[in-house]
């Protein structure tokens, strides 16, 4: 391709961009559609009592030409139905959870939490996850640090990762 139509095709580019970004800055109510109608033969008393002929523009209410779009995050899916259930191990104590199949652990255990069922804190490591420190009567320190096993294995992704199947037995032991 020639560099004239390798410019040719970039300054069009521009402009196109330059149009829509104009476009789309203009307040929709700054922008009107004028149209007029002109009704024939309307007929209406005048003050003097008679009847008369005659032709009157009027004019719509002002239109925009575009409407104004508003995206809003409100729009809420149904919960899904849980098909499944979890056996959660720490320490001493069981739980058995509801799940979806797919689920992601770290959304079941903050809903466990929510409803009462477990309680654990940790840390969100950015690019790494959520790390749980303490779960149950189960706390990190002292150059231990909890570790979860899904169905006698030793997890090789964090909760913030690993989705749930039905039957999944996860095990959180100090090591």
Known sequence: MSKKVKILIGV???AILALFAFYVSVPSENI???AT???ENKSYEDSGGTDKTTTENTKPAKAPIAPKIEYRNEIKAAPLEKSGTVTVIFGSDT?????TP?????DTLVEARNEGSITFSGKNYPGLGFFVTDIGKLHSGNGQ???YYINGKEATVGVSL?????GDVIEWKLE
Request: charged content about 20%.
């Open 37 to 39: 109608t002109v009704p």
């Open 32 to 34: 009107e559609q004028k």
């Open 162 to 166: 690993y989705k749930l199947m039905d």
């Open 12 to 14: 069009s580019s521009l």
């Open 95 to 99: 739980t058995k959870l509801p799940v």
């Open 102 to 106: 797919g689920t992601i652990f770290y």
């Open 145 to 147: 640090y909890l570790l």
